[in-house]
């Protein structure tokens, strides 16, 4: 059997999390141990019984998403990684993607996102924006609906192509809520404001791109032992450095979530796409992509457990 990993991103966070992995397994609560070490705070206890507000913050949800990720994989690791074939983390869970496919230790890729959450806040402090999910189809393509409202009201871009009924729209405040009304024009079903610190994935970010680039390259990187598809192009990325450079461009450019499924489900036709973390909505966005494709969350001791028999089934 082949696999394939998802990673999520921010949002997928709930209180709770992983508490049940640290638990259950050794392997796991070492993980959760190693983040608290590097980042010098308690993100496991934050992620085992929140507060939820706390939790939710950027800075903490970040490094708490790549823990919980990175304990899932400490579990299974021996049982499936000989057989992964290629990985792929939305926004945040691409630097998880990277921690799975080898490329960075647990304790330095915490480091970098917990730098990458603080510097995403205090630029949303300095320059605040808004994010909106936009779902449905629309009569008119959402780049010209960003366009529009740019020309209009103020900088608003795509964020997330998440599906070809769901974009996430990113940027000042003005230009969101615009872009919001234009798309309602255009047919969209609803336009969601989201509950987040800073305009995400949009040039409003770029005074944060310095302070990334520097958290990257403290690190000790490896190249990937697996190709890990990249959120700006949706290319396979087999290198250190690539990974690096496109990890800092990702601050500001849109995640090619969409581009990025086609091209697994593509070139992985009968892999199973296991979602290692947080939730299920990664999976969810693919089965409505490729309903045909095999899939599996994979974050609670159940789900463990059901992925390890699994894959025990021979082929």
Partial sequence: MEYVLLLPGQGSQKVGMGKDLADAFPVAREVFDAVDDAVAASISTLAFAGPADELTRTLNAQPALLA???????????????HVRAAAGHSLGEFSAYHLAGAIDVAAAARIVRRRGTLMYEQGVARPGAMAAILGAL?????????QATAERGLVVPANYNSDEQVVISGEVSGVARAM?????AGAKRCLPLPVSGAFHSPL??????????ALRAES???PQVPVVANVNASPVTSASAACDLLVQQLTAPVQWTRVSRRLV????????????SGAVLTGL????????????CGTVAEVEKLLSLASVPA
């Fill in 181 to 185: 009304e234009l798309a309602k024009e």
């Fill in 286 to 297: 693919l089965r409505r992509l490729a309903p045909s494709v095999k899939t599996l969350s």
């Fill in 68 to 82: 919980h990720s990175a304990a899932v994989w400490a579990v299974v690791k021996s049982a499936i990684g000989p």
């Fill in 205 to 214: 970010m770029e005074p944060a791109v310095a302070g990334l680039s520097d």
């Fill in 221 to 223: 990187w490896n190249d």
């Fill in 266 to 277: 593509e070139q992985y036709p009968d892999a199973t796409f296991v979602e290692i973390g």
């Fill in 139 to 147: 009569t008119s393509p959402i780049d010209d609906i960003c366009r």
